[in-house]
């Protein structure tokens, strides 16, 4: 793992005291006018592995960032790009350069002015080397000098403030989707003086996590709960309707069930599978659509799934329509394609369509003739039956239908007679086992951070901070590289369709199923909204009397 702090920081975390906000630190909450405040209770998820912009890939971790964050540009509840911390941005002809002119006026939740530095100052930390963010390519590699600033030179970085409420970007190449990405998590502005005083721990404790959202953290219990309330210092903080946003930290999805039951908690993620069928036809059980793909990692830097043909044969021996309509109960559509639903093609049709001349990478309905295949595939790499071939370790977190996808796969891969052992880790030290590459085979996903396929297909980039299977194609990193530079969006759509055919002929990854959020929310709750890249956006909720 390139950041090598991040497992001590979840650490800290949990064996910290309970902290709440120093009070010369933090705003005071400034909406408690009302005999009664209005907090939502919800459960999102357990411990997040980070709540740093620069350093968080996980969805947990990404909504709460969104609760006490404001970038340069928002999401609306149609997906559609709209102002944010900038009221308005110009783009040049060449689409080349990119102005963002702020708002006047904006604080951080401690009350001291937040200008266009910040901005400078936030987005050359995501290209930090040092700090080897995630997300640092992806979100950056178009912007002109990126490759220096990855070096250490943090000065080339296409990024400039000329005054205080004027924020400029250069980039390398145009980029059609660039305003997607100021409205991007990661590049969130944070404030300098608290990460240079408190070094990576800023984001452990909520008298040092200064934001400039909605929301700011003002208590922190790891494993309990995460208080937001309500910021008085944010640009439209008259718009907030809430007190305070309760996030209960729940690993067990039982645990979480009964609180919802109960009342202590009016909405929930983790609803246990086995719940499922009593809860069909209830106003409050939700079902919604994502973008994204649930799909499996294999190492390959190790020499057992260093051959292609290996890789394939697991992918094939999976029954991708058993998984998805029987063990997932139909909360999951089975995976034929590594970029699925949803996700647009450069004229709005759907990328999926357009992908390997029109026809699926993996029949789902052909499982028997798969599964043959499969078995043909061990015996042509030299493992016929199985014979020889080491013991797997397929490694998961508690949530969901992981443990019994785990179980499946056991059996799966038993009938090319390979064995499998399950390993089950706490969430919080999951993600950055799997980004350093500390596993054998891993349960993976992706929710789309933004709807063009290169926001996933940039997963398998060999030089990624998101390549969690450290898959390395030339081929591939070349196609994605043309892509990136492509200015015509027909020509550059071709590019990325020919880089998920490499990578699907390699089986870079196994895509078992496309992702629905299934999650139980209370009736008054209004005003709040669920995307398709698994945010819910409760900032903005209101609770009915």
Known sequence: MKRKSALLLVITLILALTVTACGSKTPAPGAGTSAAPKQLVAEIGPNPETIDPALNSAVDGGNMILFAFDTLLNVDKDNKIIPGAAETYDVSKDGLTWTFHLRKGLKWSDGSSLTAKDFVYSWKRVADPKTAA?????????????????????DALGVSAPDDNTFVVQLATPCAYFDKLAAFATLSPVNQATIEKNGDAWATKPESYISNGPFFVAEWVPSSYILFKKNP??????????????????????????AYKTGETMMIKDVPTAEIPSLRGNKEFHVDPDLGTYYVSLNDKLPQFSDPRVREALSLAIDRKYVAETLMQGTYTPASNFIGTGVSDWDGSNFMDNANGGKPYIDVNTFDANLAKAKKLMAD??????????TITYSTNDAGYHKVVAQYLQQAWSKLGINVNVEVVEWAAFTPMRRAGNYQSSRNGWLFDYNDASNMLDLMVSTNGNNDGKYSNPKYDELMKKAAAEVDPKTRSGYLHQAEDQMMKDAAAIPIAYYNDFYLQNSKITGSWHSPYGYWYFQFADIAQ
């Open 134 to 154: 995630p997300y640092g390519e992806t979100v950056l590699g178009m912007v002109k000098g990126f490759g220096e600033a990855a070096k250490g030179n943090l």
């Open 233 to 258: 210092n944010y640009r439209d903080a008259s718009s907030i309707k809430l007190d305070s946003i309760k996030l209960l930290l729940m690993e067990d999805p039982n645990a979480a069930y009964a």
């Open 381 to 390: 790499a030299g493992y016929p039956d199985g014979k020889g071939f080491p």
